[in-house]
């Protein structure tokens, strides 16, 4: 069976069991070596997911239910994830970083039913829970211990109306506003495996020899669906970390035995800036895929550590990436490959018409021809006018700006949407906004992304006082605190900057463009120099360290309390880990 064999007509756990049929023994998922490294064969994995199957389906969740997972980066996601979709149930992937709120929002608008959650997870969704009412017939699981079986399962109630195909709800951050929710089917993420596996060059993938070591968070999608999807697919084994820990990763990659990683921006000028040591040359990587690596570092780390960082442009929505996977790759620019069948890619202007070679514009996308959404999302959950404004003129509008050069080459060059990509987060500008708004010390307020040679991205707030009089550094210190008590700590403002006027237009909106030039054009230099007068709050953006340690096999699904769960008190904090987990 080659990969788009499996494709067709298939689900996601049918894919898996035609796989496992044939190479039972062979791994599939693994936690890193300085995680555990615990390694299940599919045989194994198998054994898990048909345990877990057969407890959802006696509870009665299935094809009416949408179920939140919130179990951590670990291969118990994608048992469940397995599990779930062999019993016809949608996952709702949520990021453990949120706060209840923004966990809150998550579960009432997919109309989630269920959630299964790490012991802390499992807290912050109690919370939830307790804040809104809407939530108060969520059932809340708590994965522990080191059975396989779910019999300890509430028995499912309520329903949601979706389509028999939906896999999964991925939110992605909106720029107008609230996330929206992406939905996806089985079509997407085999279509996704499969085109990984076409890519050959640089990315070529050697069925059943390859271990794939990946720190991104599982709810995104290139962990959670394209990774796992092509490493399903080519009988190979998907290794995950908890998260990125930079002065132990070689050794990691090493104790692993990694074939290839996936990366995100920050992670190469971090690990270019450590001492060398003994483990970074001793790996087996023939391959690095992600996005956002800084072109001056990119030889640097190619010749230092021996492997090429193969650059990729994709999107939730749009499943399938664009690689700059064949020589030459021109590395010392923000080049990420050239379109490829059956994808089309084109360069817009304003009007919609195409742009000659050199000029920037927006990158529009689709599948081909005949069915130009085929392999894409479905659309945004309860929002067909967004769905319908992506979509026009049948391409989708990524909100890239880009431009292709002579040799066909698609370079990045900034974005038209109104969000800071901050260490491969996508931050809507208009939520951060909303929230600094509410303060009863802030008169005005506009959000943007100013450049970080860390995080590609970092959160500016250009803030008008309610009292000019506030003396400015206890007022920003007071703002971020605020955003922190509402808002991932990734979301905060990194850098606060007064000002005792915002430009508007005739309908009082605020005009970005103005903010630091004149003459329009939130320009990389202007944005810099906007710094020089800002206040730095960078060091206040900590990640709340996870309260306890999740437990390493398989969770045994135990229904927990309907109410919330007691305080822990003031929780800690510990150093910002460069990548979210």
Same mark, same amino acid.
């Given at each position: 069976?080659?990969?788009?064999?499996?494709?067709?007509?298939? $689900?996601?756990?049918?894919?898996?069991?035609?796989?496992?049929?044939?190479?039972?023994?062979?791994?599939?998922?693994?936690?890193?070596?300085?995680?555990?490294?615990?390694?299940?064969?599919?045989?194994?994995?198998?054994?898990?997911?048909?345990a877990l199957a057969e407890g959802y389906a006696e509870a009665g969740w299935?094809?009416?239910?949408?179920?939140?997972?919130?179990?951590?980066?670990?291969?118990?996601?994608?048992?469940?994830?397995?599990?779930?979709?062999?019993?016809?149930?949608?996952?709702?992937?949520?990021?453990?970083?949120?706060?209840?709120?923004?966990?809150?929002?998550?579960?009432?608008?997919?109309?989630?039913?269920?959630?299964? %959650?790490?012991?802390?997870?499992?807290?912050?969704?109690?919370?939830?829970?307790?804040?809104?009412?809407?939530?108060? &017939?969520?059932?809340?699981?708590?994965?522990?211990?080191?059975?396989?079986?779910?019999?300890?399962?509430?028995?499912?109630?309520?329903?949601?109306?979706?389509?028999?195909?939906?896999?999964?709800?991925?939110?992605?951050?909106?720029?107008? !506003?609230?996330?929206?929710?992406?939905?996806?089917?089985?079509?997407?993420?085999?279509?996704?495996?499969?085109?990984?596996?076409?890519?050959?060059?640089?990315?070529?993938?050697?069925?059943?020899?390859?271990?794939?070591?990946?720190?991104?968070?599982?709810?995104?999608?290139?962990? !959670?669906?394209?990774?796992?999807?092509?490493? +399903?697919?080519?009988?190979? %084994?998907?290794?995950?970390?908890?998260?990125?820990?930079?002065?132990?990763?070689?050794? &990691?990659?090493?104790?692993?035995?990694?074939?290839?990683?996936?990366?995100? !921006?920050?992670m190469p000028p971090v690990l270019v800036k450590q001492e060398p040591g003994p483990w970074e040359r001793r790996h087996r990587i023939?391959?690095?895929?992600?996005?956002?690596? &800084?072109?001056?570092?990119?030889?640097?780390?190619?010749?230092?550590?021996?492997?090429?960082?193969?650059?990729?442009?994709?999107?939730?929505?749009?499943?399938?990436?664009?690689?700059?996977? %064949?020589?030459?790759?021109?590395?010392?620019?923000?080049?990420?490959?050239?379109?490829?069948?059956?994808?089309?890619?084109?360069?817009?202007?304003?009007?919609?018409?195409?742009?000659?070679?050199?000029?920037?514009?927006?990158?529009?996308?689709?599948?081909?021809?005949?069915?130009?959404?085929?392999?894409?999302?479905?659309?945004?959950?309860?929002?067909?006018?967004?769905?319908?404004?992506?979509?026009?003129?049948?391409?989708?509008?990524?909100?890239?700006?880009?431009?292709?050069?002579?040799?066909?080459?698609?370079?990045?060059?900034?974005?038209?949407?109104?969000?800071?990509?901050?260490?491969?987060?996508?931050?809507?500008?208009?939520?951060?906004?909303?929230?600094?708004?509410?303060?009863?010390?802030?008169?005005?307020?506009?959000?943007?992304?100013?450049? @970080?040679?860390?995080?590609?991205?970092?959160?500016?707030?250009?803030?008008?006082?309610?009292?000019?009089?506030?003396?400015?550094?206890? +007022?920003?210190?007071?703002?971020?605190?605020? %955003?922190?008590?509402?808002?991932?700590?990734?979301?905060?403002?990194?850098?606060?900057?007064?000002?005792?006027?915002?430009?508007?237009?005739?309908?009082?909106?605020?005009?970005?463009?103005?903010?630091?030039?004149? @003459?329009?054009?939130?320009?990389?230099?202007?944005?810099?120099?906007?710094?020089?007068?800002?206040? &730095?709050?960078?060091?206040?953006?900590?990640?709340?360290?996870?309260?306890?340690?999740?437990?390493?096999?398989?969770?045994?699904?135990?229904?927990?309390?309907?109410?919330?769960?007691? $305080?822990?008190?003031?929780?800690?904090?510990?150093?910002?880990?460069?990548?979210?987990?």
């Amino acid at each position: 069976m080659t990969a788009r064999d499996a494709v067709r007509n298939r $689900s996601l756990h049918a894919a898996f069991a035609a796989v496992g049929a044939r190479v039972p023994t062979h791994p599939f998922l693994a936690e890193s070596a300085l995680s555990g490294g615990r390694q299940w064969s599919f045989e194994e994995v198998g054994r898990v997911v048909d345990a877990l199957a057969e407890g959802y389906a006696e509870a009665g969740w299935g094809r009416q239910h949408r179920v939140a997972l919130g179990v951590g980066n670990h291969p118990r996601h994608f048992m469940h994830a397995l599990a779930l979709n062999q019993v016809g149930a949608s996952v709702v992937p949520l990021n453990p970083d949120h706060l209840s709120g923004e966990v809150a929002y998550v579960l009432q608008h997919a109309k989630v039913a269920l959630a299964v %959650c790490s012991s802390s997870q499992a807290r912050v969704v109690h919370q939830a829970v307790a804040a809104l009412p809407q939530l108060t &017939d969520l059932a809340v699981v708590t994965v522990h211990g080191s059975g396989a079986h779910a019999a300890c399962l509430p028995e499912a109630r309520g329903g949601v109306e979706r389509q028999a195909d939906e896999l999964a709800i991925l939110y992605t951050s909106g720029t107008t !506003g609230r996330p929206k929710g992406c939905v996806l089917d089985n079509h997407y993420l085999l279509t996704a495996g499969a085109w990984y596996l076409e890519q050959g060059e640089l990315l070529h993938l050697e069925p059943g020899q390859e271990r794939l070591l990946n720190p991104l968070p599982v709810f995104h999608m290139n962990c !959670g669906m394209v990774s796992f999807a092509a490493m +399903l697919l080519s009988e190979n %084994c998907l290794i995950l970390p908890e998260r990125f820990h930079p002065a132990s990763w070689w050794e &990691d990659c090493v104790r692993s035995e990694a074939s290839a990683i996936h990366y995100l !921006g920050i992670m190469p000028p971090v690990l270019v800036k450590q001492e060398p040591g003994p483990w970074e040359r001793r790996h087996r990587i023939r391959f690095g895929l992600g996005a956002g690596c &800084d072109p001056t570092l990119h030889r640097t780390f190619e010749d230092r550590f021996g492997f090429p960082l193969v650059e990729v442009w994709g999107m939730t929505e749009t499943g399938r990436f664009i690689a700059n996977h %064949c020589e030459p790759r021109y590395t010392e620019t923000r080049a990420f490959g050239k379109e490829r069948a059956p994808v089309q890619a084109r360069v817009i202007g304003a009007s919609g018409e195409d742009l000659a070679p050199g000029e920037a514009g927006e990158l529009v996308v689709r599948a081909g021809n005949e069915d130009p959404r085929g392999g894409f999302f479905r659309g945004y959950l309860y929002d067909e006018e967004a769905t319908a404004q992506a979509w026009r003129g049948n391409w989708f509008h990524t909100g890239d700006v880009v431009r292709r050069d002579a040799q066909g080459l698609l370079h990045f060059v900034d974005r038209k949407k109104d969000m800071v990509r901050r260490s491969g987060e996508n931050i809507s500008s208009a939520e951060v906004e909303a929230v600094l708004a509410a303060h009863p010390q802030v008169l005005r307020v506009a959000v943007v992304a100013v450049p @970080d040679a860390l995080r590609d991205e970092e959160v500016l707030a250009v803030v008008v006082p309610a009292d000019p009089r506030a003396e400015p550094r206890g +007022l920003a210190q007071i703002l971020v605190r605020y %955003c922190l008590g509402e808002l991932a700590y990734y979301k905060a403002p990194g850098w606060i900057l007064f000002r005792e006027t915002l430009p508007v237009t005739p309908t009082n909106k605020v005009q970005k463009a103005r903010l630091f030039a004149a @003459d329009g054009g939130l320009e990389r230099e202007a944005r810099e120099a906007a710094l020089r007068s800002a206040i &730095d709050c960078r060091a206040m953006k900590r990640r709340p360290a996870a309260a306890g340690t999740p437990a390493a096999s398989t969770g045994n699904p135990t229904t927990s309390a309907g109410t919330p769960a007691a $305080s822990a008190g003031n929780p800690t904090t510990s150093t910002d880990n460069p990548l979210p987990s």
